[in-house]
């Protein structure tokens, strides 16, 4: 996890679910934050990165560590719709915040997704204190690795 | 598994995926039929029933053992259409046929689920070589117990 | 699992535990037979060997199946001696007859690995009703295929 | 993980294994130390804590955590001696450097366990750079809560 000072540049989301408000990069400042991209039928994100990102969000004080989820649907649009991510989470008991990626006008890749130039799903992004994007990950990150990382980040003050 | 030589009520499907032509339960007369009723939203279905039914299906001789899928949706129609169900099955890499359960007019039910009571999903249907429903299980059942009804089915002849 | 009508040979045990009469094959003349050879010090025995035999033990009517770990030790003799055997399955909460397989004078192979020429641990062996050895296996059998090739040999009378 | 400024005692080890020289807990003054204390016949230390031990000795720099076990038999002395504990840390290829607790004349509980009044394995033992002893822990830590407690005390200079 090397310190490049590099500003998280700010998500573009249409809609938020499993919030009452908003949830924006820079309202987080004071915060870390650990976002989640993932799509509902890809299989790596519901077996591996949803399972851990519920962990993380029952796990670490919500004063320390703000969990979200990003969807971020760059294939099969028909089939993940609001009403079928609803379902979704209704059904998989996702308890944490869940933006959906505003779709492209002229691209199948979603704004934040093509902002943070995203290979796939799932990535991670982490986001220390300050608003700084120190990690994005394309894949899977091991329990002990994110637990090591989110334990540095809380440290910093 | 006790013997009881009840006949399978034939399934009405829609529409089948990942087969050329549509498949009956009287057309499987001679082959031990492994059908397994699921939602693809369904979390136990996704995690332990459809993993199993892929497993089946590789490992039986089709002569022997005919394993599909009934996409049985009763909840969330919205979220699981066709199109939903061809991305899942894309993305999952299912292998075996999945027919579509016929939707009822008037209740959330489809017909297949209906007529046989299913109490949900996932739900295991095993149907001997003459044609009897042999079991109607709600629930995961364990492998090697899956295995040893098969493997005594298979014996009959 | 092709039927090859060689008859099973008779083990040789030192010591049986967790019974309290000696178990022979020919003894189990009418029943199916599923011995598993393990080392108590043999990561893949401990990990999914013993606990599929527990798990076949449970299911399956001892009437129809018996199940019967051997500890076959060909390495580490001085700690894998019938003191730590029993803290093992003691700790390991194991449920079914296990037998000593007796040491060879001269060899580090003990007398019954031999005889059945196996390669290591774990080893399954699958006795039909007959006697006759059905199957022997050097390494993991899936749930799903045990449980098949069981339930066709209950199957035969 | 409050901050008791509480010094570790220093473990009382007969002997070392996996390793050159010992290690004591004041030579390891500036790093984090985690001891995984274990037994080999004790089902949820080979399970769970042995391969999470392995984990996070192959995760981090050791000069920023020094990943240890602790053999402390409590039980079954017979059968979990050096010469069984050395075959096991062979066949489970257990990469970390092993201390076998010193054997106390009068009761079977071993002199860094009785010191440190451990319930029972496995326990483990963070310990601060300062040579604080900040968690003990009776029973499985999860993955993602073990890196965040590590995370934290290797961000403290």
Redesign the interface.
Known sequence: MPHTPRPAPEWEIDEWLNTEAPITISGCRGRVVAAFAFQM???GC??LSIP?AA??YR??DPGDVMVVGLHTVF??H????K??L???L???RVPFPVGIDRPSPDQPIPATMHRYAMQGTPTLLLIDRQGHLRLQRFGHV???????????????T
Not at 78 to 81: D, E, F, L, R, S
Not at 142 to 156: K, P, S, T, V, Y
Request: net charge negative; proline share 3%; hydrophobic share 45%.
């Open positions: 039928l890809c299989p519901v077996q851990q962990k993380a796990r670490f294939e099969h028909a089939a993940m719709t009403t079928a609803t379902a979704f209704h059904e998989y091991d329990d002990l690795e994110l637990g090591a990382m989110l334990g540095r980040l809380i440290a910093e």
